[in-house]
DNA sequence: CAGTGGAGGCTTTTT
DNA sequence: GCCTCCACTG
């Protein structure tokens, strides 16, 4: 090929430049971490359509997450131009979505189905377990949940689970699973799990519809292909059967979704359904020096069950791994803190350039709580989901029922929003007719205006309060309904808040009232972007975008804010700093997965993707003593700390000096040295006990101490109202007043 | 029927 | 330690 010039190619190493051109047949790329898999990627995709003149119509690439389409988006849009809005990219669950929506009447879907989230799914399992009564405390909604969704996954349906379902549990969960599937079914609904489930029968039984996609889609790659879960992996092979043109990216070591049923034995599944696959190795990494590289490769050799792989750089060797061990996590957030200020002070790092990186969301608020108090600015992401939220949840409640009157989930959830007295006993008597008359609850509802000659055992059981409370609940929603089939998404949302006097609920009703209808708010600004589409069309693409689009607030780098992030969905970035805290048994690895080799492992490669986010610095963290789930104790440092080599890896006391560590902790295999006397005093105003200060946000106040720390001065004002706060003086921009 | 208070449960990661 | 669910009370 008569390549060699191609611009796309160039700065490419050669097993980075083979996976660009190999465009032909199937390709397994195996990409370590910081190997350039994104370049390689949107490179192969340009090369695809400037090169080879490839209708970006004809390409499908399918990421994991939203962020990943975003971002390959906008590489794209670099290298190709807005030729290529015509290219398909998404997540699965985005795809099968689109598919359903267009081509959902062969099996019997109607187009404006509503997608149901894990807590609505909660919820109309519950309902299902109480119908078929299985006890929700004997079986936990949760452990149901997962056998569901675990089972899906694998493509069975419940006819399918039922015929193969083995033992108590599972036949209970057979049991659940049936029933569940005729309410969801009835609500026209379909959660994430149906999104793939149903698109893998809709192809494999309409070949016709299968054919039309398999000619369309004459390339396809797959991103992150160790998080691809079997339905998925069907999926794949199923529209890549006609061209065969279907490039996986991967990489097992970072398979870190396994709990999510993704299963890596797809890699093996994939070498043996396309024998001819050419497989291409990126190993060399660019994005972090040798010591971090060096670091984590040791880590990551010690799974077992694992793919021997090597992983390189020709970086220099940069500082070493710094493990620094505190007395308790205050004192953690804390060494987190000065260091990003210190790095910032003597390297010129930004607080953008940093991240602080944790196993669990629960372990962000003390590290929020550290950032305001030292007023660094930060950026947490993730947390609580925006559209989990119980306003927005309210909303979506009624613009969901307006776009699909079936749903009950939302209809339970819609009719006591604003209260109108309609209690337990009267959703009972709603309930009881809708399930003896196999009907939704909307029907139920219906009933109640219908000829009295005919059905009016429910308005007979009703008291005539709830009745009348109902049919004036009913008015609304039609009413609505009626009135979006004209207005604009934007237009209807004013008046369901209008017609709902949400805002008053809100204020009345909700704690933080206001932090609340701002959310109601951003939902609105949310839905401009549907603004202009045909009215009902407006309201089906926000309500899917909010069902697939987990955080509102997507990732932005920004330059002057410090990342708090888990590991999970640190996937994918990097940081020229990375802290790693909670560096403990118990938490990373997490208590849930000590007892099972395949789970361990897991969380090793999930330390492992934490490790290989850094770019510079790395450090990780561990605690003498923690906080956790109520209790208060000594705990031991991580496994995977051990398995860092000690040539590059430099322990380091509490930035802070405090008494000796408290008997009962077991002592650590590693002397912790003391931290190295700050012999660069802070060129810093001296501030003493006594002195009037004035903080930004706090107001004014009186310096109670100071305490020199780390270079810096750890100052404790009492401010008038907001009481007392320690602050670090480099960062909270204290000013000194007379 | 709704709002409050207490007790109990429960702790992971996300499309 | 936190949140959720439930039962009781107003």
Same mark, same amino acid.
């Given at each position: 090929?008569?390549?060699?010039?191609?611009?796309?190619?160039?700065?490419?190493?050669?097993?980075?430049?083979?996976?660009?051109?190999?465009?032909?047949?199937?390709?397994?790329?195996?990409?370590? /971490?910081?190997?350039?898999?994104?370049?390689?990627?949107?490179?192969?995709?340009?090369?695809?359509?400037?090169? *080879?003149?490839?209708?970006?119509?004809?390409?499908?690439?399918?990421?994991?997450?939203?962020?990943?389409?975003?971002?390959?988006?906008?590489?794209?849009?670099?290298?190709?131009?807005?030729?290529?809005?015509?290219?398909?990219?998404?997540?699965?669950?985005?795809?099968?979505?689109?598919?359903?929506?267009?081509?959902?009447?062969?099996?019997?879907?109607?187009?404006?189905?509503t997608?149901?989230?894990?807590?609505?799914?909660? @919820?109309?399992?519950?309902?299902?377990?109480?119908?078929?009564?299985?006890?929700?405390?004997?079986?936990?909604?949760?452990?149901?949940?997962?056998?569901?969704?675990?089972? &899906?996954s694998?493509?069975?349906?419940?006819?399918?689970?039922?015929?193969?379902?083995?033992?108590?549990?599972?036949?209970?969960?057979? &049991?659940?699973?049936?029933?569940?599937?005729?309410?969801?079914?009835?609500?026209?609904?379909?959660?994430?799990?149906?999104?793939?489930?149903?698109?893998?029968?809709?192809?494999?039984?309409?070949?016709?519809v299968?054919?039309?996609?398999?000619?369309?889609?004459?390339?396809?790659?797959?991103?992150?292909?160790q998080?691809?879960?079997?339905?998925?992996?069907?999926?794949?092979?199923?529209?890549?059967?006609?061209?065969?043109?279907?490039?996986?990216?991967?990489?097992?070591?970072q398979?870190?979704?396994?709990? %999510?049923?993704?299963?890596?034995r797809?890699?093996?599944?994939?070498?043996?359904?396309?024998?001819?696959?050419?497989?291409?190795?990126?190993?060399?990494?660019?994005?972090?020096?040798?010591?971090i590289?060096?670091?984590?490769?040791?880590?990551?050799?010690?799974n077992?069950?694992?793919?021997?792989?090597?992983? *390189?750089?020709?970086?220099?060797?940069?500082?070493?791994?710094?493990?620094p061990?505190?007395?308790?996590?205050?004192?953690?957030?804390?060494?987190?803190?000065?260091?990003?200020?210190?790095?910032? %002070?003597?390297?010129?790092?930004?607080?953008?350039?940093?991240?602080?990186?944790?196993?669990?969301?629960?372990?962000?608020r003390?590290?929020?709580?550290?950032?305001?108090?030292?007023?660094?600015?930060?950026?947490?992401?993730?947390?609580?989901? +925006?559209?989990?939220?119980?306003?927005?949840?309210?909303?979506?409640?009624?613009?969901?029922?307006?776009?699909?009157?079936q749903?009950?989930?939302?209809?339970?959830?819609?009719?006591?929003? /604003?209260?109108?007295?309609?209690?337990?006993?009267?959703?009972?008597?709603?309930?009881? *007719?809708?399930?003896?008359?196999?009907?939704?609850?909307?029907?139920?509802?219906?009933?109640?205006?219908?000829? /009295? @000659?005919?059905d009016?055992?429910?308005? %007979?059981?009703?008291?005539?309060?709830?009745?009348? @409370?109902?049919?004036?609940?009913?008015?609304?929603?039609?009413?609505?309904?009626?009135?979006?089939?004209?207005?604009?998404v934007?237009?209807?949302?004013?008046?369901?808040?209008?017609?709902?006097?949400?805002?008053?609920?809100v204020?009345?009703?909700?704690?933080?009232?206001?932090?609340?209808?701002?959310?109601?708010?951003?939902?609105?600004?949310?839905?401009?972007?549907f603004?202009?589409?045909?009215?009902?069309?407006?309201?089906?693409?926000?309500?899917?975008?909010?069902?697939?689009?987990?955080?509102?607030?997507?990732?932005?780098?920004?330059?002057?804010?410090?990342?708090?992030?888990?590991?999970?969905q640190?996937?994918?970035?990097?940081?020229?700093?990375?802290?790693?805290?909670?560096?403990?048994?118990?938490?990373?690895?997490?208590?849930?997965?000590?007892?099972?080799?395949?789970?361990l492992?897991?969380?090793?490669?999930?330390?492992?993707?934490?490790?290989?986010?850094?770019?510079?610095?790395?450090?990780?963290l561990?605690? +003498?003593?923690?906080?956790?789930?109520?209790?208060?104790? /000594?705990?031991?440092p991580?496994? +995977?700390?051990?398995?860092?080599?000690?040539?590059?890896?430099?322990?380091?006391?509490?930035?802070?000096?405090?008494?000796?560590?408290?008997?009962?902790?077991?002592?650590?295999?590693?002397?912790?040295?003391?931290?190295?006397?700050?012999?660069?005093?802070?060129?810093?105003?001296?501030?003493?006990?006594?002195?009037?200060?004035?903080?930004?946000? +706090?107001?004014?106040?009186?310096?109670?101490?100071?305490?020199?720390?780390?270079?810096?001065?750890?100052?404790?004002?009492?401010?008038v109202?907001?009481?007392? &706060? %320690?602050?670090?003086?480099?960062?909270?921009?204290l000013?000194?007043?007379?």
């Amino acid at each position: 090929m008569m390549t060699s010039y191609d611009p796309l190619l160039e700065g490419l190493n050669p097993a980075q430049r083979e996976a660009v051109e190999s465009i032909e047949g199937p390709v397994l790329v195996v990409a370590g /971490p910081g190997s350039g898999k994104t370049r390689v990627i949107t490179h192969r995709i340009a090369y695809l359509v400037r090169k *080879w003149h490839i209708s970006p119509y004809r390409i499908l690439a399918v990421t994991f997450t939203n962020r990943a389409a975003g971002e390959m988006k906008e590489r794209l849009s670099r290298l190709v131009g807005s030729r290529i809005d015509r290219l398909s990219v998404g997540t699965f669950h985005a795809f099968c979505a689109g598919l359903l929506r267009r081509e959902g009447s062969h099996i019997g879907l109607d187009p404006s189905f509503t997608i149901y989230d894990d807590d609505d799914q909660v @919820q109309l399992l519950k309902e299902a377990m109480a119908q078929v009564n299985i006890d929700s405390k004997q079986y936990p909604v949760r452990a149901i949940q997962g056998a569901i969704s675990r089972s &899906k996954s694998l493509v069975l349906d419940a006819a399918s689970y039922a015929s193969n379902c083995e033992g108590f549990f599972e036949e209970q969960v057979s &049991k659940v699973y049936e029933k569940y599937d005729a309410l969801i079914r009835r609500s026209q609904a379909l959660d994430f799990d149906d999104l793939l489930l149903r698109s893998v029968q809709l192809l494999s039984k309409n070949p016709d519809v299968l054919e039309r996609y398999q000619r369309r889609y004459q390339h396809i790659l797959i991103d992150e292909f160790q998080d691809t879960n079997v339905a998925q992996y069907m999926l794949a092979k199923l529209l890549a059967g006609q061209y065969r043109n279907i490039c996986v990216v991967g990489d097992a070591d970072q398979s870190i979704y396994g709990w %999510r049923h993704a299963d890596i034995r797809n890699i093996l599944g994939f070498q043996k359904d396309f024998p001819e696959a050419r497989s291409i190795v990126l190993g060399e990494n660019y994005r972090s020096t040798g010591n971090i590289v060096e670091a984590a490769q040791k880590v990551i050799s010690a799974n077992n069950l694992r793919i021997h792989k090597e992983l *390189w750089t020709s970086k220099e060797e940069g500082p070493p791994v710094v493990v620094p061990e505190t007395h308790d996590e205050e004192e953690e957030d804390q060494f987190v803190i000065s260091e990003v200020e210190r790095l910032g %002070r003597i390297e010129g790092a930004s607080l953008g350039d940093c991240a602080v990186m944790y196993r669990v969301n629960a372990q962000s608020r003390a590290l929020e709580e550290a950032c305001l108090r030292y007023g660094a600015r930060y950026k947490l992401v993730g947390g609580v989901r +925006f559209y989990q939220r119980k306003e927005v949840k309210d909303l979506i409640a009624y613009l969901r029922l307006i776009g699909n009157p079936q749903d009950d989930v939302s209809l339970v959830r819609a009719i006591n929003v /604003p209260r109108r007295g309609i209690g337990t006993k009267s959703m009972d008597d709603l309930s009881r *007719w809708a399930i003896s008359r196999g009907t939704s609850l909307y029907a139920a509802l219906e009933s109640l205006n219908g000829d /009295p @000659q005919e059905d009016d055992s429910l308005r %007979r059981s009703l008291s005539s309060r709830a009745a009348a @409370q109902m049919t004036a609940f009913l008015a609304l929603v039609q009413e609505l309904a009626e009135e979006s089939s004209r207005l604009d998404v934007v237009a209807l949302i004013d008046r369901v808040l209008e017609r709902t006097s949400y805002r008053e609920y809100v204020t009345e009703h909700y704690d933080l009232p206001d932090e609340r209808w701002e959310n109601i708010m951003e939902l609105r600004r949310a839905a401009e972007e549907f603004k202009d589409e045909e009215p009902p069309q407006g309201l089906t693409l926000l309500l899917e975008r909010l069902a697939l689009v987990a955080d509102a607030d997507n990732y932005e780098e920004s330059a002057d804010s410090l990342t708090l992030i888990t590991l999970h969905q640190a996937k994918g970035l990097e940081f020229p700093v990375v802290f790693m805290v909670g560096m403990e048994e118990g938490l990373l690895p997490h208590f849930r997965s000590l007892d099972d080799t395949g789970q361990l492992e897991e969380e090793r490669r999930l330390c492992y993707v934490g490790m290989t986010r850094a770019k510079d610095r790395l450090y990780m963290l561990r605690a +003498f003593r923690r906080r956790f789930a109520g209790g208060y104790g /000594p705990s031991l440092p991580s496994r +995977f700390l051990q398995e860092v080599p000690a040539s590059i890896w430099e322990p380091q006391a509490p930035a802070v000096p405090r008494r000796t560590i408290s008997e009962g902790v077991q002592s650590s295999s590693w002397e912790p040295s003391m931290a190295e006397p700050t012999g660069d005093a802070p060129a810093l105003p001296g501030l003493s006990p006594g002195d009037k200060v004035r903080h930004p946000t +706090f107001g004014e106040g009186m310096v109670v101490s100071c305490t020199p720390s780390a270079g810096d001065n750890e100052v404790t004002v009492a401010f008038v109202g907001t009481g007392v &706060k %320690r602050l670090l003086q480099s960062l909270a921009r204290l000013e000194k007043l007379e």
